[in-house]
């Protein structure tokens, strides 16, 4: 009989053997909140550039749109600082000593029925009680380990964060917040101004969507305000690096620097696959940020509490040749990229790197490709060409059947 591994935590492990989907609903779930944010700020950015001239849009932008605002502060918060952080800590760091609990548990139950044996020796006895008073140590110990980590679970059920004032998972009411929105639109709603620019259906549309109706598999693209000129600008500096000239990022940390302490630091997925191998995206952020923020603190373990996430924002664009205009654009700014890429050869998986640099020779925004990016991948740590056949690729969310359409990038905010 069980003496360590109790009914409480046999209960844990087991629901963590059978949900084989917690990563897979987390990441569906990251997707929607992303999706939601971006839909918000389009909307918003719609209104203020256009002609509408009603009440119903100061309405809008002061009273509605601040509630929605801040309700998916509340949800991308809890989503980025909490949810990841928890599917971590329950399928890695949980389920590990849950496992080491029940394994030593049940060598324990040997030995003691070895011990009740009537062959056992009474020399063998007095080894297996020694055996057995040391193994209680460590069995409470693991216990008291697996306590803790539990409490710290739990200690993520709740928002703590002040840059989200007075907003708590409680208030958020979205279903009601987009009835309110479709009410005011159709108080507001005048054929000669509003159905003049926008369609009525698609405007409808767009506020279902924008508040609950992310599960669509919409994309909300911004679209791409391309600069002119090249890339011989402060912001960027000339590396000859893989039998190629390129203009990269000229960051606080140097690119060639920075990819040689990343790798000696283990800051790459496959210092650890087992423990990071998931975490792509993560280890994008530390990189983008290290870059350009000249922070050389650090490590794999910092990807993993996925610290500086909240520095980037997204972009989803259909038109490939627009978001590859963005990372031209961010480039020049001396700005690093995360891009979404191929996780397999198939494309069907998505993975994330970061966009470094561009070949010297693409004099704009409109003529850069995909080929010509420089990149930093995550999983090795190694800077990369984009033009071989075995090279990273572009792929959009329909692609990795996401529920976004598109392109994907995190830009530095």
């Given at each position: 009989m069980s003496k360590y591994f109790t009914g409480t935590y046999k209960n844990y492990l087991s629901k963590i053997e059978l949900d084989k989907n917690i990563e897979t609903n987390r990441n569906t779930l990251n997707d929607k909140i992303v999706l939601l944010d971006t839909s918000l700020k389009n909307y918003i950015s719609?209104?203020?550039?256009?002609?509408?001239?009603?009440?119903g849009k100061n309405e809008l932008l002061n009273s509605y749109i601040p509630t929605v605002k801040n309700n998916?502060?509340?949800?991308?918060?809890?989503?980025?600082?909490?949810?990841?952080?928890?599917?971590?800590?329950?399928?890695?760091?949980?389920?590990?000593?849950?496992?080491?609990?029940?394994?030593?548990?049940?060598?324990?139950?040997?030995?003691?029925?070895?011990?009740?044996?009537?062959?056992?020796?009474?020399s063998d006895i007095?080894?297996?009680?020694?055996?057995?008073?040391?193994?209680?140590?460590?069995?409470?110990?693991?216990?008291d380990n697996v306590?803790?980590?539990?409490?710290?679970?739990?200690?993520?059920?709740?928002?703590?964060?002040?840059?989200i004032q007075g907003s708590n998972l409680s208030s958020v009411d979205l279903n009601k917040t987009a009835e309110e929105l479709l009410k005011l639109y159709g108080k507001t709603h005048n054929d000669n101004s509003i159905v003049g620019r926008i369609k009525s259906q698609a405007e409808e549309n767009r506020i279902k969507r924008m508040v609950n109706g992310i599960s669509e598999g919409?994309?909300?693209?911004?679209?791409?305000?391309?600069?002119?000129?090249?890339?011989?600008?402060?912001?960027?500096?000339?590396?000859?690096?893989l039998d190629e000239n390129w203009k990269v990022v000229n960051t606080k940390?140097?690119?060639?620097?920075?990819?040689?302490?990343?790798?000696?630091?283990?800051?790459?997925?496959?210092?650890?696959?087992e423990r990071y191998g998931d975490l792509c995206l993560a280890f994008s952020y530390v990189h983008a940020s290290n870059l350009y923020n000249?922070?050389?603190?650090?490590?794999?373990?910092?990807?993993?509490?996925?610290?500086?996430?909240?520095?980037?924002?997204?972009?989803?664009?259909?038109?490939?040749?627009?978001?590859?205009?963005?990372?031209?654009?961010?480039?020049?700014?001396?700005k690093p990229v995360i891009l979404q890429v191929n996780g397999n050869k198939q494309g069907t998986s998505r993975h994330f790197?970061?966009?470094v640099g561009v070949k010297s020779n693409v004099k704009s925004a409109s003529d850069v490709k995909e080929s010509d990016l420089l990149i930093l991948d995550s999983w090795d740590g190694q800077l990369e060409r984009m033009d071989t056949s075995t090279s990273r690729f572009m792929t959009t969310g329909a692609q990795c059947n996401k529920s976004y359409s598109g392109y994907y990038l995190r830009l530095l905010k």
């Amino acid at each position: 009989m069980s003496k360590y591994f109790t009914g409480t935590y046999k209960n844990y492990l087991s629901k963590i053997e059978l949900d084989k989907n917690i990563e897979t609903n987390r990441n569906t779930l990251n997707d929607k909140i992303v999706l939601l944010d971006t839909s918000l700020k389009n909307y918003i950015s719609m209104i203020e550039n256009s002609s509408w001239i009603e009440s119903g849009k100061n309405e809008l932008l002061n009273s509605y749109i601040p509630t929605v605002k801040n309700n998916i502060a509340v949800l991308t918060n809890g989503v980025l600082n909490n949810l990841n952080k928890v599917v971590t800590l329950v399928k890695k760091d949980l389920y590990q000593l849950l496992v080491e609990l029940r394994n030593k548990d049940e060598e324990y139950d040997r030995i003691e029925e070895k011990i009740s044996l009537s062959q056992t020796t009474a020399s063998d006895i007095e080894y297996l009680k020694g055996k057995l008073k040391a193994m209680d140590s460590i069995l409470s110990n693991l216990k008291d380990n697996v306590d803790k980590k539990i409490n710290e679970i739990k200690s993520y059920n709740t928002l703590n964060d002040s840059s989200i004032q007075g907003s708590n998972l409680s208030s958020v009411d979205l279903n009601k917040t987009a009835e309110e929105l479709l009410k005011l639109y159709g108080k507001t709603h005048n054929d000669n101004s509003i159905v003049g620019r926008i369609k009525s259906q698609a405007e409808e549309n767009r506020i279902k969507r924008m508040v609950n109706g992310i599960s669509e598999g919409s994309t909300y693209t911004k679209l791409s305000k391309a600069g002119k000129g090249d890339l011989n600008t402060s912001n960027c500096i000339d590396l000859s690096l893989l039998d190629e000239n390129w203009k990269v990022v000229n960051t606080k940390l140097n690119v060639s620097e920075y990819a040689s302490l990343a790798y000696n630091k283990g800051i790459r997925q496959n210092s650890n696959s087992e423990r990071y191998g998931d975490l792509c995206l993560a280890f994008s952020y530390v990189h983008a940020s290290n870059l350009y923020n000249g922070s050389t603190t650090d490590n794999a373990e910092s990807a993993y509490n996925w610290a500086h996430a909240g520095e980037f924002t997204d972009y989803f664009n259909d038109n490939k040749q627009e978001t590859l205009s963005v990372v031209y654009d961010q480039v020049k700014e001396g700005k690093p990229v995360i891009l979404q890429v191929n996780g397999n050869k198939q494309g069907t998986s998505r993975h994330f790197v970061t966009v470094v640099g561009v070949k010297s020779n693409v004099k704009s925004a409109s003529d850069v490709k995909e080929s010509d990016l420089l990149i930093l991948d995550s999983w090795d740590g190694q800077l990369e060409r984009m033009d071989t056949s075995t090279s990273r690729f572009m792929t959009t969310g329909a692609q990795c059947n996401k529920s976004y359409s598109g392109y994907y990038l995190r830009l530095l905010k």
